[in-house]
């Protein structure tokens, strides 16, 4: 048998991976809270009788996971604060970031047996930029709609622009629609590629998540962007 030495690299923080979680579970119940409100279903006929399923708590629900939401993204800037492995984004400024996220596509693509060693790869890095604008558009066009009617207040003047530059809220509720369902899109790639990664390379890209640290066998390109790593026991 071959012995492989790993070392072992921290990455992210705890704020990072609370902040994760919390996504991952307001995703999941803004999408499912978010189709009822666009095409009610089984709880149409209830209404406007207020039962456990009607559309005030389905509404309610929406509207306090997207605070949630928002909220949390205080860990993720602290984190970004405290803790080097915790990047917001990617540095789109060095020549060197597009050949390798051309190489780790490629690889993943099956078109290259490997790509350079990362703690992060960049195609990676650049997907979490795109996400995270994709989440300021929901956030955007999804409080214009929910302080639509009462404009005096102080969030229909932070967000009652978006409104009149999309050119009214029938074009805000399908652009916050079809943006929620790229969300959904990226999420389903997201998992391929981790669960790709963690049985390919098994360099703990999953239980990081977790556990805040990876396991690679070769130095990463990035590795001076985090603290010195430790020999896995």
């Known amino acids: 048998m071959k012995e492989e030495k790993r070392k072992v690299y921290y990455l992210f923080s705890p704020f990072l991976r609370i902040f994760h979680w919390i996504m991952v579970l307001s995703i999941v119940v803004l999408f499912v809270t978010g189709i009822l409100i666009t095409k009610p279903a089984a709880v149409q006929a209830l209404e406007p009788t207020f039962t456990a399923m009607s559309m005030d708590w389905v509404r309610n629900i929406h509207f306090i996971f997207a605070f949630l939401f928002c909220a949390a993204f205080i860990l993720r800037i602290y984190g970004f604060i405290v803790n080097k492995g915790d990047r917001l984004f990617p540095r789109v400024w060095e020549g060197h970031f ?23 790869n960049p195609l990676a890095r650049g997907s979490y930029a795109g ?9 955007l066009t999804g ?9 005096s207040n102080i969030g229909g003047t932070l967000f ?17 629609h079809i943006v929620a ?3 959904i899109v990226f999420a389903i790639g997201h998992v391929y590629m981790v669960l790709r990664a963690d049985l390919m390379e098994a360099e703990g890209e999953a239980s990081s998540m977790f556990s805040g640290v990876k396991f690679l066998e070769h130095v990463p390109k990035d590795a001076c962007e985090v603290d010195p790593p430790r020999e896995a026991k």
């Not at 390798?100 to 992060?120: G, N, Q």
């Not at 214009?144 to 009462?150: H, L, N, Q, S, V």
């Not at 009652?160 to 805000?172: D, F, P, R």
């Open 143 to 151: 409080f214009a709609m929910y302080y639509m009617t009462e404009p």
């Open 160 to 176: 009652g622009w978006v409104n009149v530059l999309l050119g009214g809220e029938m074009v805000t509720h399908w652009v916050h």
């Open 181 to 183: 369902w790229l969300i």
């Open 131 to 139: 996400l995270y604008a994709m989440v300021l558009i929901e956030i």
């Open 98 to 120: 597009y050949s390798e996220t051309i190489d780790v596509a490629m690889h993943y693509m099956l078109l290259k047996p490997s790509h350079a060693p990362f703690l992060r």
